[in-house]
């Protein structure tokens, strides 16, 4: 059971938009800043979203993120095949001492 | 361009211990304000951040890991160890080296190795 709570799948169609939660709590999402990982199949996670909603250089701005209160969220719009993958934020649990994961979203693009 | 390549067996036996090296090109372990981690991955499971080493030999590691664990930097400061001992089947994961860079008391990983599967089998 993951401290962060992501819903385990969201789908969109091509050109949509969708967003993916990212519930927590007071000792963590709160308080800290909130990042955000791309997943593709076989591959290493990538940084998408920093200090809640700073992009990399070179991630497209149709990645966004947001936070309010115990919830993150991460925008992407203007979908596509190529974003078919899994999404998981992190933050520092301050009650943990750890730095911590959601569970993860699988995203798939119809 | 920092890059992060693991290396280390691909097969533990259980109770011994389970030793990875990350090696780092373009990029000094120990300096800047980084952190340098070890996060894994259970097979078809999420994130779980195992620990990270800065400031050249300062440690920190998640709670629920840390009786067994232990992390290095090597000598010419372009490479960092993790050494997990007394494995189980439930260390059985893909490891990543990652990158972390602190922001005001959290951090995120803005650069990671392709990982490594280790398994953990008799």
């Known amino acids: 059971q993951s401290v962060l709570t992501q819903p385990p799948s969201v789908s969109a169609a091509p050109g949509q938009k969708v967003t993916i939660s990212c519930s927590g709590s007071s000792s963590n999402v709160r308080n800290n800043y909130v990042s955000w990982y791309q997943q593709l199949p076989g591959t290493a996670p990538k940084l998408l979203i920093y200090?809640?909603?700073k992009r990399p250089s070179g991630i497209p701005d149709r990645f966004s993120g947001s936070k309010s209160g115990t919830s993150a969220t991460l925008g992407i719009s203007g979908l596509q095949t190529g974003d078919e993958a899994d999404y998981y934020c992190g933050t520092w649990d301050n009650s943990l001492s750890a730095d911590v994961f959601g569970g993860g979203t699988k995203l798939t693009v119809l | 361009q920092v890059q992060l390549q693991e290396s280390g067996p691909g097969l533990v036996k259980p109770s011994q211990t389970l030793s990875l090296t990350c090696t780092v090109s373009?990029?000094?372990?120990?300096?800047?304000?980084?952190?340098w981690s070890w996060i894994r991955q259970h097979p078809g499971k999420g994130l779980e951040w195992i620990g990270y080493i800065y400031d050249s030999g300062n440690t920190y590691y998640n709670p629920s890991l840390r009786s067994r664990l232990s992390m290095s930097v090597g000598p010419s400061k372009r490479q960092f160890s993790l050494n997990l001992n007394s494995v189980t089947a439930a260390d059985t994961a893909t490891y990543y080296c990652a990158r972390g860079v602190a922001v005001a008391g959290s951090i995120y990983f803005d650069y990671w190795g392709q990982g490594t599967l280790v398994t953990v089998s008799s």
């Open positions: 373009g990029g000094s372990v120990g300096s800047d304000n980084y952190y």
């Open positions: 200090e809640n909603n």
